[in-house]
């Protein structure tokens, strides 16, 4: 039985993977002014946000090989304290193409800690304690992405720089995991070659988390750049407002525990995209603070219950010998999702804008929900002997 303690330093640790992206937002039309005659500025400016995506999604599936070399204990801790090193470094650089690579190797810590965070829960916490577990982590996280982004927004109206001084609170936490994170029995992280993990046959959870988080992505990544460029908002403003998405992701994560006892994975699922749906529209067609904020709210509702439902279901789906490769992959996705965003909606945003862009999203978004929801009506009718 693990220690509240225990608990806390995961919640923490889980927090910081949040901050690898939300804690700049804020700067990033500041940092493309400030390197505006650099060759590429205006990608490379949108890169910032996701390089640490890329090394995450290269490096999470090797996480396994390396705490199973030197424990997952030893190994959190040092991805700690490097991730606290490398998100300072941003501040450092005298050019974006170095804050670029800065982010790149920060990637390669969060990819460690993500991976090993989850895992540890899975060798923690069982079944219905678990669930409960992951719907209190995605609201501890969605918290913290507030209170960073917020805070990253405030000292972004100090200097561009200000932001990436949050990271230093890795520090703070590789103490707390070096104090009270216990190192699980050997057979929970070394796969056998009697039982050996095959991963990819949860190839559709990690397709699924791919694909949302790309789609989420758009948000953070383009929104910040109508809201600054087209109405003139302040970097404080722009980063409460963009916080209202994890604020609200925060609050509705705790329902999913009660939503799981009466929806399948899939039902939920179709709520999600329908809800978000519904969001990207909104962002489409707003024109003011107010109408952004509520679809904000929207698509925050849909965060809450995405995240930890597809945490939920690969945990469910994952043996314990294979559940450290297997969580590997599932952030090998999620950050692959991130990276890939900018780039797959680049052209698109180019070509019909980026509120366009949103509107088309959410039609796309809203079609596959109601889809989803359709086949689960005919599920529930069929199961209950009508054949339609």
Not at 197 to 224: D, E, G
Not at 303 to 330: D, H
Request: net charge positive; with cysteine.
């Amino acid at each position: 039985m693990i220690t509240w303690k225990t608990k806390l330093t995961l919640l923490l640790t889980s927090t910081m993977t949040i901050m690898s992206g939300t804690a700049i937002i804020a700067s990033l039309p500041m940092i493309k002014e400030h390197f505006a005659d650099e060759v590429g500025v205006e990608l490379l400016s949108r890169i910032i946000l996701t390089a640490p995506a890329i090394a995450i999604a290269f490096f999470a599936p090797w996480s396994n090989a390396v705490a199973s070399r030197f424990g997952k204990k030893r190994t959190l801790i040092v991805a700690l304290i490097f991730f606290g090193f490398f998100g300072v470094m941003g501040a450092w650089m005298q050019s974006i193409q170095g804050i670029v690579i800065s982010r790149l190797l920060f990637g390669v810590s969060v990819a460690l800690m993500m991976s090993l965070s989850l895992s540890l829960v899975g060798d923690y916490l069982k079944d219905s304690e678990r669930i409960k577990y992951l719907g209190y982590q995605n609201t501890f996280v969605a918290l913290g992405g507030v209170m960073f982004m917020a805070g990253g927004g405030f000292l972004s109206q100090i200097s561009w720089q200000g932001a990436f001084y949050i990271y230093g609170i890795g520090w703070i936490v590789a103490i707390l995991a070096w104090r009270y994170i216990v190192e699980p029995p050997i057979e929970t992280i070394k796969e056998t070659d009697e039982r050996p993990a095959r991963v990819m046959r949860h190839w559709s959870i990690f397709i699924t988390a791919l694909a949302t988080m790309s789609i989420f992505y758009m948000v953070p990544s383009q929104l910040p750049y109508v809201l600054h460029e087209s109405y003139a908002m302040p970097a404080s403003q722009v980063g409460l407002l963009m916080a209202t998405v994890t604020f609200v992701s925060a609050i509705t994560s705790l329902f999913y525990n009660r939503l799981r006892k009466r929806w399948n994975i899939k039902t939920i699922y179709a709520l999600v995209f329908c809800v978000q749906g519904v969001g990207f529209l909104g962002l489409g067609f707003s024109t003011s603070y107010l109408q952004f904020n509520a679809s904000l709210i929207a698509i925050g509702i849909g965060v809450g219950f995405v995240i930890v439902n597809t945490n939920s279901w690969l945990l469910e789906s994952a043996q314990p010998y294979e559940r450290l490769k297997a969580t590997g992959w599932l952030s090998s996705s999620i950050f692959m999702g991130q990276f890939l965003s900018p780039l797959i909606l680049y052209l698109p945003t180019t070509l019909m804008g980026i509120s366009n862009s949103f509107i088309l999203m959410g039609i796309v978004l809203g079609s596959v929900g109601l889809f989803l929801s359709f086949r689960a009506i005919r599920q529930r009718y069929r199961s209950l002997g009508y054949f339609w």
